[in-house]
């Protein structure tokens, strides 16, 4: 199995550009002009944000989709960054692990909102003046939104890479950086694509909150499709809101044929398979750069050099199994020393640390709040796990069997995938007033009819990595399955629901983390003077947000990240450990 090429050589004389190269080069000039004109507006004085306010003219949608996606994609890059780094360290050491996954479920639980307040201090001071500090606190708060589910994803697929091939790279005496980036790193690759989708598209439910920056009595609001549908929301211009769904779309039409469906393309020559697939996605603009002669020539020099970097047997620990880089010198230390000492010393490292913030927070909570409101608090948050539960099953049965239909059909994938990702991407608060109006119309339960809301959003997760982990499945398996006459039950039970577990486990996690998130602006809507609330921690917070009650605010998310804390660890982890156990390819 070949996962690179670092044999690229390109002569001179087919460097001559060909039609191909015709086609190709508009494309390219236009896309570095728009990375240039989005560029410079970013760097431009923080006082022609508000000499030139936003307008809801939809000839300036254009404009705003391009700042709008130029956030997401750079928040897209340090989610990428943050995987490779962060997973790879929880993946590859137990004993960083035991921290980094716990902290992980933490980061996914606490309020994309929260993190704007805590940031948009530090990043104006960072760049006083300039429209960049505030670009760079809404890109965080994107990045917040997109990052988990990915990490998640690349740390699920580190711990289940096949037996077989990792003995493979050891016998080769392969290196830590040259085993993360020969057969971990493109092992992962399906699975991370799909995730990334899944990320893209729900930042744009976050886009909105993120373009407007508050500081103090001062709002920035930033030019984007998010701050465009805001000012629209606001107005209750529905002509508006309509024209900012639509540049959504084309935006979402856009990047699928630019970005990721030639990254699905790339990414499928890394399944894990001894047989050819018989269905291969495709891409039209991989397609054509692949029959270019010039840009090929361009970045063949790029090419070479990559290769030769991925193979550089850099001295981080020689074969042992470590992660790429630095991160392995620091796994690969925890894990060379004794054992029983590390682990005493590293277990009272965790608990003193844990001691102390819990002491931190209390302190804090118990300032504005009695042990009667923490009874309470836990009663709600008892509440809003049980509406989690029942709406993470009703997704799964829904959309397990969907995911698989979908991606064993790579023809299917390719027509199912743009609008997979709109309607992942279209912002689930739209919706709230229907909801508002339906319940108050038909005189319903808000404690049942509002739940659906929690999950509008977050119900992607399942289904883009059941895609995923169907697109990976060996086609030789199926072919066995297939010669063997295994069908019917029999075929979901040990053929394909044991393939897609793992990939499965990684979407209900973030789906789950993403509900309770979710639970703070869907337990408690409303559509003008009408407003509903149903019992649950997420009205809590709300509420307590509504107040400025610090100490319920926080109270209320410490509770939420323990109850997210205790249900990934009691459900969720076995569930990996599962997969990694009895699931793995072997």
């Not at 909102?113 to 300039?130: A, R």
């Not at 990334?196 to 729900?202: D, F, K, Y």
């Not at 060379?336 to 490292?349: K, T």
């Not at 309607?423 to 404690?447: Q, S």
């Given at each position: 199995?070949?996962?690179?090429?670092?044999?690229?050589?390109?002569?001179?004389a087919?460097?001559?550009p060909?039609?191909?190269d015709?086609?190709a080069?508009p494309?390219?000039?236009?896309?570095l002009?728009?990375l240039?004109i989005g560029g410079?507006?970013?760097?431009l004085?923080l006082?022609s944000?508000e000499?030139?306010?936003?307008t809801?003219?939809p000839?300036?949608?254009p404009?705003?989709?391009?700042?709008?996606?130029l956030r997401?994609l750079?928040?897209?890059?340090?989610?990428?960054l943050?995987t490779?780094t962060?997973?790879?360290l929880?993946?590859?050491?137990?004993r960083a692990?035991m921290?980094?996954?716990?902290?992980?479920?933490v980061?996914?639980?606490v309020?994309?909102?929260?993190?704007i307040?805590?940031t948009?201090?530090?990043?104006?001071?960072?760049?006083?003046?300039?429209?960049l500090?505030?670009?760079c606190?809404a890109?965080?708060?994107i990045?917040?939104?997109q990052a988990?589910?990915?990490?998640?994803?690349?740390?699920?697929?580190?711990r289940?890479?096949?037996?077989?091939?990792?003995?493979?790279a050891?016998?080769?005496?392969?290196?830590?950086?040259?085993?993360f980036?020969?057969?971990e790193?493109?092992?992962?690759?399906p699975g991370?694509?799909w995730?990334?989708m899944?990320?893209?598209?729900?930042g744009w439910?976050?886009?909105?909150a993120?373009e407007a920056?508050?500081?103090?009595?001062?709002?920035?609001t930033?030019?984007?499709?998010?701050?465009?549908?805001a000012k629209?929301i606001?107005?209750?211009?529905?002509?508006a809101?309509?024209w900012?769904?639509l540049?959504?779309?084309?935006v979402?039409?856009?990047?699928?044929?630019l970005?990721f469906r030639p990254?699905?393309?790339?990414?499928?020559?890394?399944r894990?398979?001894?047989?050819?697939?018989q269905?291969?996605p495709?891409?039209?603009?991989?397609t054509?750069?692949?029959?270019?002669r010039?840009f090929?020539a361009v970045f063949?020099?790029f090419?070479?050099?990559l290769?030769?970097?991925?193979?550089?047997r850099?001295?981080?620990g020689?074969?042992s199994r470590g992660?790429?880089?630095?991160?392995?010198?620091?796994?690969?230390l925890?894990?060379?020393?004794p054992a029983?000492a590390?682990?005493?010393?590293?277990?009272?490292l965790l608990?003193v640390?844990?001691?102390?913030?819990?002491?931190?927070?209390?302190?804090?909570?118990?300032s504005?709040?009695?042990?009667g409101d923490?009874?309470?608090?836990?009663?709600?948050?008892?509440?809003?796990?049980?509406?989690?539960?029942?709406?993470?099953a009703?997704?799964?049965?829904?959309?397990?069997?969907l995911?698989?239909?979908?991606g064993l059909?790579?023809?299917?994938?390719?027509?199912?995938?743009?609008?997979a990702q709109?309607?992942?991407?279209f912002?689930?608060?739209?919706?709230?007033p229907?909801a508002?109006?339906?319940?108050?119309?038909?005189?319903?339960n808000?404690?049942?009819?509002?739940?659906?809301?929690m999950i509008l959003?977050?119900?992607?997760?399942i289904l883009f990595?059941?895609?995923?982990?169907?697109?990976?499945?060996?086609?030789?398996l199926?072919?066995?399955?297939a010669?063997f006459r295994?069908r019917?039950w029999q075929?979901?039970r040990?053929?394909?629901?044991?393939?897609?577990?793992?990939?499965?486990?990684t979407g209900?996690?973030?789906?789950?983390g993403?509900?309770?998130?979710?639970s703070?602006?869907?337990e408690?809507v409303?559509?003008?003077?009408?407003r509903l609330t149903a019992?649950?921690l997420?009205?809590?917070i709300?509420?307590?947000?509504?107040?400025?009650?610090y100490?319920?605010?926080?109270?209320?998310?410490a509770v939420?990240s323990?109850?997210?804390?205790?249900?990934n660890?009691?459900l969720?982890?076995?569930?990996?450990?599962?997969a990694e156990?009895?699931?793995?390819?072997?």
């Amino acid at each position: 199995m070949v996962w690179i090429n670092t044999n690229v050589s390109v002569k001179a004389a087919d460097a001559a550009p060909n039609r191909w190269d015709v086609v190709a080069l508009p494309l390219v000039i236009g896309l570095l002009a728009l990375l240039a004109i989005g560029g410079h507006q970013m760097a431009l004085p923080l006082t022609s944000v508000e000499e030139v306010p936003v307008t809801l003219d939809p000839w300036m949608l254009p404009e705003y989709a391009l700042r709008s996606t130029l956030r997401m994609l750079a928040a897209m890059a340090a989610s990428l960054l943050f995987t490779f780094t962060y997973a790879t360290l929880a993946a590859k050491s137990r004993r960083a692990g035991m921290l980094l996954i716990p902290v992980l479920d933490v980061l996914q639980s606490v309020p994309v909102l929260g993190y704007i307040s805590f940031t948009v201090v530090f990043f104006l001071g960072l760049f006083p003046g300039s429209v960049l500090g505030a670009e760079c606190a809404a890109i965080f708060a994107i990045f917040t939104s997109q990052a988990w589910n990915m990490a998640f994803s690349f740390y699920q697929s580190l711990r289940t890479v096949p037996r077989d091939l990792d003995e493979a790279a050891t016998g080769f005496g392969f290196s830590g950086w040259q085993r993360f980036w020969t057969l971990e790193a493109p092992y992962a690759a399906p699975g991370l694509v799909w995730n990334m989708m899944m990320s893209m598209s729900g930042g744009w439910f976050f886009v909105v909150a993120s373009e407007a920056i508050t500081v103090g009595d001062h709002t920035i609001t930033l030019p984007g499709i998010g701050s465009y549908l805001a000012k629209a929301i606001d107005g209750q211009r529905l002509d508006a809101v309509g024209w900012a769904v639509l540049a959504m779309l084309l935006v979402i039409l856009a990047y699928d044929q630019l970005l990721f469906r030639p990254l699905v393309a790339w990414a499928d020559k890394f399944r894990v398979e001894l047989t050819g697939a018989q269905e291969v996605p495709e891409s039209w603009l991989l397609t054509l750069f692949q029959r270019t002669r010039f840009f090929r020539a361009v970045f063949a020099p790029f090419d070479r050099m990559l290769g030769r970097l991925v193979w550089l047997r850099l001295p981080v620990g020689g074969a042992s199994r470590g992660a790429a880089g630095g991160l392995q010198a620091v796994g690969g230390l925890l894990d060379r020393v004794p054992a029983r000492a590390v682990d005493m010393v590293w277990y009272l490292l965790l608990a003193v640390a844990g001691l102390w913030a819990g002491w931190s927070m209390i302190a804090f909570v118990s300032s504005g709040v009695d042990w009667g409101d923490v009874g309470t608090v836990l009663l709600l948050g008892g509440a809003t796990l049980l509406r989690v539960i029942v709406l993470i099953a009703v997704a799964t049965l829904v959309w397990v069997p969907l995911g698989v239909l979908i991606g064993l059909r790579p023809r299917l994938a390719e027509k199912v995938q743009p609008a997979a990702q709109f309607l992942a991407a279209f912002p689930a608060n739209l919706l709230f007033p229907v909801a508002v109006v339906a319940i108050v119309r038909f005189d319903l339960n808000p404690d049942v009819w509002l739940s659906p809301l929690m999950i509008l959003g977050t119900q992607w997760y399942i289904l883009f990595n059941v895609i995923a982990g169907a697109t990976a499945f060996p086609g030789d398996l199926k072919e066995a399955a297939a010669n063997f006459r295994i069908r019917g039950w029999q075929w979901w039970r040990d053929v394909m629901l044991p393939g897609v577990f793992p990939y499965y486990v990684t979407g209900a996690v973030t789906a789950s983390g993403g509900s309770w998130n979710a639970s703070i602006v869907a337990e408690a809507v409303n559509w003008g003077d009408t407003r509903l609330t149903a019992h649950g921690l997420g009205s809590y917070i709300a509420q307590a947000t509504e107040a400025g009650d610090y100490p319920r605010i926080v109270l209320g998310i410490a509770v939420m990240s323990l109850f997210v804390i205790l249900f990934n660890r009691l459900l969720w982890r076995p569930l990996y450990a599962f997969a990694e156990r009895r699931l793995r390819l072997a």
